[in-house]
């Protein structure tokens, strides 16, 4: 029984670092149907990003009369965009060197996304002292808590220096 609780501290002390890391599955995409108009076959270099979800929030909200309302909590999701590139050589326009190759780079980082939830409060009261110790009713209330994505998207494009040895 020790093995199996060391087990799951050792895993819960492990996800942070996971997550810090955002996975990604590498993936080469060929752009054949350019092919037609440039001399080379454009390559898209990207990954799949790898979503770690997070441990459940909001279990400690208080409502106003300090009873907890009942609640569908918001699960944290994080990954990583991955690094994209987009390199196309360019045509040799004026004969005698080449020109480069074109390119089109978004470096890595990191995306943070909340799931949805959902507030409803609870129909008692807290106990008085006018009903005898007992809780009142009250109207129930209920509410959404919005979704919510964080992260940074750049991107720049330029030329590449043309191959050596050409």
Do not use: K, N, Y
């Not at 441990?55 to 991955?82: D, M, N, Y």
């Not at 209920?142 to 720049?156: D, F, I, K, N, W």
């Amino acid at each position: 029984m020790a093995l199996v609780v060391t087990c799951l501290a050792s895993a819960a002390m492990a996800s942070p670092a996971l997550a810090a890391s955002a996975p990604v599955a590498p993936v080469d995409i060929p752009l054949h149907g350019l092919g037609t108009v440039l001399p080379e076959t454009p390559v898209l270099r990207t990954g799949v990003p790898i979503p770690v979800p997070g441990a459940p929030s909001g279990f400690t909200r208080r409502a106003e009369g300090g009873l907890p309302p009942l609640l569908v909590p918001q699960l944290p999701l994080t990954t990583g965009t991955p690094e994209t590139t987009i390199s196309a050589e360019l045509p040799d326009v004026e004969g005698d060197r080449p020109t480069g190759r074109a390119l089109l780079a978004a470096p890595a980082s990191d995306v943070h996304a909340l799931t949805p939830g959902a507030v409803a409060g609870l129909p008692l009261t807290l106990p008085g002292a006018d009903t005898l110790g007992l809780p009142g009713l009250t109207l129930p209330s209920a509410g959404v808590l919005p979704p919510a994505l964080t992260g940074t998207v750049e991107s720049s494009m330029g030329l590449d220096s043309p191959a050596a040895g050409r």
